[in-house]
Every structure is written in structure tokens, then in C-alpha cells.
């Protein structure tokens, strides 16, 4: 098994920036495609970006494009998502989520094995 857990949520007002990291233990990381997600209130759980295991394959919702980044570190097990230029919109809980290996439909969250908790990410305006 392997346990996902977020932090790096909080409070930012509109047009600053915050790091979301994802820390995985329990089983190896490696191999694992990672994915985020992120959950609004009385909303679906919709996709964000995503991260091959090699960290030279990411794709993003274009809600998204060019204001969020996804990046990796294998050596500490942790995917990072750094979101700048935030808006109110992107206001929810944002979770993290991986499987052992890629799928082309990365972008559904019933691709994914493993989730974290989640973290609240609250941008006011």
C-alpha cells in the first residue's frame, strides 16, 4: 500500500501563490504516475495536472495552463504543484492521487489506486 498525504493548503488572496506537496510512504513510489484533482463545494471532482513517474511528461486542464506547475522529486517521494496567479475559482480541496502506471486517461479520477486526505485551498478576492 502506499499512503498519499497533502499539505500545503490555506488562505491566499487573489493573484498570490501557494505549493501544494504530496508525500507518499508505505510502498514504493516508484513507477507511479501522480496525478491532482481538486473538489469544489457541491461540485464534481475534476482533474488539474498530472506528472509521468520521469517528470517529462505532464498535462494540465486548461482552467489551469499556465498558471499552475507540476513538478517532482523522487528521492523524497513528493510531487509538488505550484499554483500561481490564483483565482477565486480555484478555490476547493486539492487532492493528489497515483497509479503504478501511466494510463491515457489520466485526466479521470477512476484511474487512480491510491488518494490523500486532501487540503483546503481558500483564495478570496
Known amino acids: 500500500q502506499v499512503q498519499l498525504v497533502e499539505s500545503g493548503g490555506g488562505l491566499v488572496q487573489a493573484g498570490g501563490s501557494l505549493r501544494l506537496s504530496c508525500a507518499a510512504s508505505?510502498?514504493?513510489?516508484?513507477?507511479?504516475?501522480v496525478g491532482w484533482f481538486r473538489q469544489a463545494p457541491g461540485k464534481e471532482r475534476e482533474f488539474v495536472a498530472a506528472i509521468s513517474w520521469s517528470g517529462l511528461s505532464t498535462a494540465y486542464a486548461d482552467s489551469v495552463k499556465g498558471r499552475f506547475t507540476i513538478s517532482r522529486d523522487n528521492a523524497k517521494n513528493t510531487v509538488y504543484l505550484q499554483m500561481d496567479s490564483l483565482k477565486p475559482e480555484d478555490t476547493a480541496v486539492y487532492y493528489c492521487?497515483?497509479?503504478?502506471?501511466?494510463?491515457?486517461?489520466?485526466?479521470?479520477?477512476?484511474?487512480?489506486?491510491?488518494w490523500g486526505q486532501g487540503t483546503q485551498v481558500t483564495v478570496s478576492s
Open positions: 508505505g510502498r514504493t513510489f516508484s513507477g507511479f504516475f
Open positions: 492521487a497515483g497509479r503504478r502506471y501511466y494510463s491515457d486517461k489520466y485526466y479521470l479520477k477512476g484511474q487512480y489506486d491510491y
